[in-house]
């Protein structure tokens, strides 16, 4: 006889774990599969770990309103993880400075970013060259000045990986890793998860948070999201045993023929994470000498001292797109039982809150939180993916 759940969640990123504990903790039976050796180790393993409300150009479109409710709950959402396991996921606050190093990318960001900023549902201050020193001493000279985005956060993705983990071995789902689901189907009583070595699971719905890889699952989606590339590395500077920066930072730069993107966010422990490329379409996963060489030339152009930090780790992941940005959450087939939470781009660790919340509003009626409808609107599955409609191209991740 096969089994059967309430939900089986194919996926255990930080979307498909976050997923699955908050259904587990609203008493739904849950059933988490991940083809990997353990939850957590593809994209949601490589990301920065910003929280970000509008360093990311796609959070200035419609996805503005999610992510507002995303980072309202972030922080009671850490609270329950921490409360279920003891542990700790160090949360760094005060925002990300985004500075620009020349006169013309100044004032690129007065043109383009300030008006967007100043329409977005959080704040921003504008600082002068030496504001911006003043609150991170070791920016290049070369900074004219910035923008202070304050509610932004940082933490580190392992950690809450961690968490998410702890969290969900202590809940009533069973997590099955190292399990390759191969189908997935749905009928008008029940639907299905097929496993790779045949045998079937069924349940109330399937959740697909398959990551980059969704479209295999789901034909509706195989055209719609697709991988994008990132590399990123730890650096360790010396002598640090907590955060040797006060904010993340984030800067545009021309660099020779090339634009780059400096992406700094330092870590609890003393380490600073050093990103970030971004390649569309590109599907393998492997680090490389050239993305490595291109980040600390960037990063040494934004704070020159970087240069001389020990590299670390050196990784890349593959961020889930959909071609405007905005993740794709909702239900896909006529039966309403096989339901889509994948395509968050660059914005997967910023959005797993409210995701969950969101699946779980459609999963169990609604969850009684506000504006939860416009929320699933804006990430429908049948929306028009026209992205020059809807966001402008990112910038960042
Ligand atoms: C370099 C980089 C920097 C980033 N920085 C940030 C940042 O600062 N802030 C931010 O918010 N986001 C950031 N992101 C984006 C973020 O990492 C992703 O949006 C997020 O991790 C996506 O999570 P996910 O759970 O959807 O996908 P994944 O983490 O990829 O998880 C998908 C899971 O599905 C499993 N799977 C796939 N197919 C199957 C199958 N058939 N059967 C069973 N299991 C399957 C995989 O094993 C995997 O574990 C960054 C990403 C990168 C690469």
Not at 89 to 107: K, N, T
Not at 271 to 283: D, S
Request: with cysteine; charged share 20%.
């Amino acid at each position: 006889m096969p089994e059967i759940f309430d939900v089986a969640v194919v996926g255990g990123g930080v979307i498909g774990s976050a997923v699955a504990y908050d259904l587990s903790a609203a008493g739904q039976s849950v059933i988490l599969f991940d083809a990997a050796e353990d939850l957590g180790l593809a994209a949601s393993d490589a990301a920065m770990g910003g929280i970000l409300t509008q360093t990311e150009m796609a959070c200035l479109g419609p996805l503005s309103t999610v992510i507002r409710r995303s980072r309202d709950i972030y922080e009671p959402w850490l609270d329950r993880l921490q409360h279920a396991t003891g542990q700790e996921v160090h949360v760094l606050e005060g925002g990300d400075i985004q500075v620009a190093l020349d006169r013309q990318e100044m004032d690129r960001l007065h043109t383009e970013m300030a008006p967007k900023w100043l329409q977005a549902p959080f704040e921003v201050r504008e600082l002068t060259a030496a504001e911006a020193r003043e609150l991170e001493p070791l920016l290049s000279d070369q900074v004219v000045g910035g923008f202070l985005l304050r509610e932004e956060l940082a933490l580190d993705p392992r950690e809450l990986m961690v968490a998410l983990r702890g969290a969900l071995a202590r809940s009533t789902a069973e997590v099955r890793v190292a399990t390759r689901v191969a189908h997935v189907r749905s009928g008008p009583g029940h639907a299905e998860v097929e496993l790779s070595d045949g045998s079937v699971i069924e349940a109330g719905t399937v959740v697909v948070a398959a990551g980059h890889q969704s479209g295999r699952l789901l034909p509706a989606l195989a055209d719609l999201i697709f991988p994008i590339k990132g590399e990123a590395f730890d650096l360790r500077p010396p002598g640090y045993t907590t955060y040797p920066l006060n904010h993340h930072v984030f800067a545009e730069i021309t660099y020779g023929d090339e634009r780059g993107y400096p992406y700094l966010v330092p870590r609890h422990d003393g380490r600073v994470a050093a990103g970030v490329t971004y390649e569309e379409h590109v599907h393998d996963d492997a680090p490389t000498p050239k993305g490595r060489d291109s980040i600390r030339a960037w990063t040494s152009t934004l704070m020159p001292a970087t240069a001389d930090w020990p590299l670390e780790r050196h990784w890349a992941g593959l961020r889930p797109a959909s071609p405007d940005h905005i993740p794709v959450i909702g239900y896909l087939d006529e039966h309403r039982r096989l339901l889509a939470a994948t395509g968050h781009s660059g914005l997967g660790v910023t959005l797993a809150p409210v995701t969950a919340e969101m699946v779980a509003g459609l999963v169990l009626g609604s969850t009684g939180a506000e504006r939860l409808e416009e929320r699933l609107y804006i990430c429908r599955p049948g929306r028009t993916f026209n992205s020059a409609e809807l966001t402008p191209a990112p910038t960042v991740r």
